[in-house]
C-alpha cells in the first residue's frame, strides 16, 4: 500500500559525508511530515530529524550544524545531508512518514526497513 524506500547508507571515516534519501510511493493522499530516526545496538531508536510539509524541521541537538534536512514535496521525498560524521553517528537510520492514504483522514506513520551507517577508522 505504502512503501519507503531508503537508499545512501555505507560506511564512512570520521569526519566524512553521506547523503540518505527515502521516497515514499503508493496510494498516499498527504505527507504531513518525513523524517529520520535512528537505532544503535542496545539502544532505542531515537529522532534524528523531521520536516514538515511546510518546511519547519527540527534536529536532535548533537547533530545540529553538521546534518541536514530537506524534503522534495514533487518526489515524495526526504534527503538527510550528513557531514562531519562522528563514530558515535554509526546507527541504522530508518525513514519515517506520517501520511494519510485512499480515503482515510487519519494519518498513520510508516517506516522504512532501514540503512546501515558506520563510521569508522
Known amino acids: 500500500q505504502v512503501q519507503l524506500v531508503e537508499s545512501g547508507g555505507g560506511l564512512v571515516q570520521p569526519g566524512g559525508s553521506l547523503r540518505l534519501s527515502c521516497a515514499a510511493s503508493?496510494?498516499?493522499?498527504?505527507?504531513?511530515?518525513m523524517g529520520w530516526y535512528r537505532q544503535a545496538p542496545g539502544k532505542q531508536r531515537e529522532l534524528v530529524a523531521a520536516?514538515?510539509?511546510?518546511?519547519?524541521?527540527n534536529q536532535k541537538d548533537s547533530v545540529k550544524g553538521r546534518f541536514t534536512i530537506s524534503r522534495d514535496n514533487a518526489k515524495n521525498t526526504v534527503y538527510l545531508q550528513m557531514n562531519s560524521l562522528k563514530v558515535e553517528d554509526t546507527a541504522v537510520y530508518y525513514c519515517?512518514?506520517?501520511?494519510?492514504?485512499?480515503?482515510?483522514?487519519?494519518?498513520?506513520?510508516?517506516w522504512g526497513q532501514g540503512t546501515q551507517v558506520t563510521v569508522s577508522s
Open positions: 519515517n512518514a506520517r501520511l494519510s492514504v485512499g480515503s482515510s483522514l487519519i494519518p498513520n506513520d510508516y
Open positions: 520536516i514538515t510539509s511546510g518546511g519547519s524541521t
Open positions: 503508493g496510494n498516499i493522499v498527504t505527507i504531513y511530515r
